[in-house]
């Protein structure tokens, strides 16, 4: 069947159309513009994109919220089902339209230097990504997501090595390739046993034909889920399938490295729930112990994430490398709603998943725009760059200390509550042991970023150059820190706002 696209199905898809014509015409009027000029008026178009793209999204949260009053479904279905309009990706929209503006923003500060020679490809580049991400996240069909989530690799593998002339860079780029590379093939594999045991790539049709196949393909559906498990925990960098990933981003460009760790494993990480959810969860009718393998193999690889990610950080030098693991605990911790039983008395999932994930954007895009300002003044990305910094940048350092303390998870930060709230929900579903990793290592993850507070108040820099900080990655600096401390004094206003937008039955279930 061929389903052909109308005008309405256009105002549904406005926020992606609206990135894909400013591609195209941010690429072409770098070619018409002088090098120095274009570079500063394509970041600027850029972020015009990115804001207009959230508008027409914001639209379209107001549109499902009046239909819902009004008693009408708080969907919309596209493309024949391929594409969903719903607030799960509505939200999830937001939060990477709104990273990925953060990381625009801040670079337009370092874009013109040499540590950072990304010109105005970076802009460009970036917009695809950012639809491949919403795509991965709105999704309604598995070969949609697979294009989404195809379209977001191939252009993060240009800018992973977008630094042509470093060689740490080009290695960088070779094993993201490589990587990503074997976790598609993996997902795809996976999505075709599915099929072949289903007869559909839709994942309502799969949630409908899942529980009959049970009878006859009981061994190949284990397979097909398990084959994604192993994909996802490559893209994730989920422990034992994340050494890839200090060393991509410690070789990518910082902004670049800012989108990695936050936009595209968050897309990654909607497309598990939206899969998962919409299948294993509750379409295997009677039979629960396949659901519930699936489920433990999940906590089991969150467990492994927060334990192998804290644990490698413990002794990292290098500030780069540092957060690349803590970003493998934080990937961790955002899949533990979705391995929690929802049918013991937990269906908050999703509230816990956005807060968090709101959380681990601001904490990590502020800190690594303040390690762009830091090692670029001293030359280096090792922690010893952050000596001395309360002396050379007071009011830089007590921006990175808020965002550290939401990083380590300390009281009336961001980090706090999200870790809080989905502590609760393990102890609620009764995985105590899922719980006690949490806590634990938690606790531990106090010696790794006070390592940087160790160095910014305790080490002398007298003989560390001065920070010269720039107005855009101020900006973005700030606006991370206050929003880190604003979400952690004001989370129930929060939680209540995604709690009233999103609907399990709605936005979790394709239909």
């Known amino acids: 069947m061929i389903t052909t696209l109308t005008w309405s199905d256009s105002w549904y898809l406005a926020p992606e159309i609206v990135l894909a014509a400013f591609t195209i015409a941010l690429a072409v009027l770098d070619l018409a513009l002088p090098r120095r000029v274009g570079r500063d008026v394509i970041g600027w178009g850029a972020l015009v994109g990115l804001v207009l793209a959230g508008v ?25 089902g391929s594409w969903r309009v719903d607030n799960f990706g509505n939200l999830l929209k937001l939060a990477f339209l ?16 040499r540590e950072v020679p990304i010109k105005g490809e970076f802009y460009y580049l970036i917009l695809p990504a950012v639809i491949g991400a919403m795509a991965m996240s709105s ?79 009981r061994a190949m559906i284990y397979v097909a889920f398990f084959l994604m498990i192993v994909g996802f925990a490559l893209k994730l960098a989920l422990a034992p399938f994340h050494a890839w990933a200090p060393d991509v981003y410690q070789g990518a460009p910082t902004p670049v490295t800012a989108f990695l760790a936050v936009v595209a494993k968050g897309a990654a990480m909607a497309m598990v729930y939206r899969i998962f959810l919409n299948t294993a969860q509750f379409a295997t009718g009677d039979d629960s112990q396949v659901r519930d393998d699936l489920f433990l193999a999940l906590g089991v690889l969150a467990a492994a994430a927060m334990i192998v990610g804290i644990a490698g950080a413990l002794k990292q030098q290098n500030a780069k490398r540092l957060l690349a693991l803590s970003g493998v605990a934080n990937a961790g911790i955002l899949l533990v709603p979705l391995s929690l039983d929802l049918t013991n008395l937990h269906s908050s999932l999703f509230s816990e998943f956005v807060y968090y994930l709101a959380a681990y954007v601001l904490m990590n895009i502020g800190a690594l725009a303040v390690l762009t300002l830091v090692s670029r003044s001293s030359g280096h990305e090792q922690l010893s760059a952050f000596a001395g910094l309360y002396h050379r940048a007071p009011w830089t350092a007590a921006a990175m200390t808020a965002l550290l303390c939401s990083l380590a998870g300390l009281p009336i930060t961001a980090g706090f509550y999200g870790k809080l709230y989905i502590l609760f929900a393990t102890v609620q579903t009764g995985e105590y042991w899922l719980a006690a990793i949490l806590l634990g290592t938690t606790v531990v993850s106090y010696y790794v970023y006070f390592s940087f507070i160790r160095q910014m108040y305790m080490r002398g820099g007298e003989n560390e150059p001065s920070v010269r900080m720039t107005i855009p990655t101020g900006v ?21 706002w995604v709690d009233g937008l999103f609907s399990l039955t709605t936005d979790f279930l394709a239909r």
């Open 476 to 496: 973005v600096i700030w606006v991370c820190a206050a929003g880190s401390v604003a979400l952690g004094i004001f989370p129930k206003p929060v939680l209540d």
């Open 56 to 80: 027409f999204v914001c639209w379209h949260i107001h549109d499902l919220n009046v239909w819902k009053d009004a008693g009408k479904d708080a969907f919309r279905n596209v493309l024949g």
């Open 139 to 217: 999704s309604g069909d598995m070969l949609t997501m697979y294009v989404g989530m195809e379209l977001l690799s191939i252009t993060t593998y240009v800018l992973v090595a977008v630094r042509k002339k470093s060689g740490q860079s080009a290695e960088a780029a070779f094993k993201y390739v490589v990587t990503g590379g074997t976790a598609s093939a993996f997902v795809l594999y996976g999505m075709s046993f599915l099929y072949g045991v289903t007869g559909t790539t839709h994942l309502a049709s799969i949630g409908q034909a899942l529980p009959g196949a049970l009878a006859d393909y």
């Open 98 to 113: 709104g990273a990925t503006a953060l990381i625009v923003l801040a670079s337009l500060g370092t874009v013109r230097d």
